[in-house]
T-cell receptor
Framework: GQQLNQSPQSMFIQEGEDVSMNCTSSSIFNTWLWYKQDPGEGPVLLIALYKAGELTSNGRLTAQFGITRKDSFLNISASIPSDVGIYFCAGLSGANSKLTFGKGITLSVRP | GAGVSQSPSNKVTEKGKDVELRCDPISGHTALYWYRQSLGQGLEFLIYFQGNSAPDKSGLPSDRFSAERTGGSVSTLTIQRTQQEDSAVYLC????????????FGPGTRLTVT
């Protein structure tokens, strides 16, 4: 089946630093999404990307839809402590509405 | 407005018992999804309801799992004869039919099978 690969499993950065996360797949997706999950909560949609090559920003977050439609990246600039959480990429393909999720990257921010 | 709610927030059950997990989607959202999240894993799709259409059950891991959605709103996920490997967080999400990618998630139910 379709799989999305996110690595590493954990990232540790210093407050104020930028961080970039990748998500790759062997399959093509038509929509790429980035979610953040805080402890004890469900994932929250951060950014949605609909076209290959699209670059979209949401505050300090920037995400890009790879031109091959098989990858995406999320960049967080000037990290702050509340950026801590698990970041998931997800993809939507074809006519169905089932999202395929990566395993997530746990981000820790040292003050 | 109110988001997606799930109950209970935590459930501990003995192996072999049946459990029911409830999801109240956002009012007006016709699509409803159930996912399972195991420790350190991504979200695993279980089942999808869209309006009055037959549900997509392709993600249910075994026939011990079933779900229904009454009146196009509230949904119940039932796990029969629970096993220890069923222990996970069960997440529900809902969306407008026109925006299936904008799924709004509930806080989840943490199920522990002892």
């Amino acid at each position: 089946g379709q799989q999305l690969n996110q690595s590493p499993q954990s990232m540790f950065i210093q407050e104020g630093e930028d961080v970039s996360m990748n998500c790759t797949s062997s399959s093509i997706f038509n929509t790429w999404l980035w979610y953040k999950q805080d402890p004890g909560e469900g994932p929250v949609l951060l950014i949605a990307l609909y076209k290959a090559g699209e670059l979209t920003s949401n505050g300090r977050l920037t995400a890009q839809f790879g031109i091959t439609r098989k990858d995406s990246f999320l960049n967080i600039s000037a990290s702050i402590p509340s950026d801590v959480g698990i970041y998931f990429c997800a993809g939507l393909s074809g006519a169905n509405s089932k999202l395929t999720f990566g395993k997530g990257i746990t981000l820790s921010v040292r003050p | 407005g109110a988001g997606v709610s799930q109950s209970p927030s935590n459930k501990v059950t003995e192996k072999g018992k049946d459990v029911e997990l409830r999801c109240d989607p956002i009012s007006g959202h016709t699509a409803l999804y159930w996912y399972r999240q195991s420790l350190g894993q991504g979200l695993e799709f279980l089942i999808y309801f869209q309006g009055n259409s037959a549900p997509d059950k392709s993600g249910l891991p075994s026939d011990r799992f079933s779900a229904e959605r009454t009146g196009g709103s509230v949904s119940t996920l039932t796990i029969q004869r629970t096993q220890q490997e069923d222990s996970a967080v069960y997440l529900c999400a809902s969306s407008l039919a026109a925006s299936p990618y904008e799924q709004y998630f509930g806080p989840g139910t943490r199920l522990t099978v002892t």
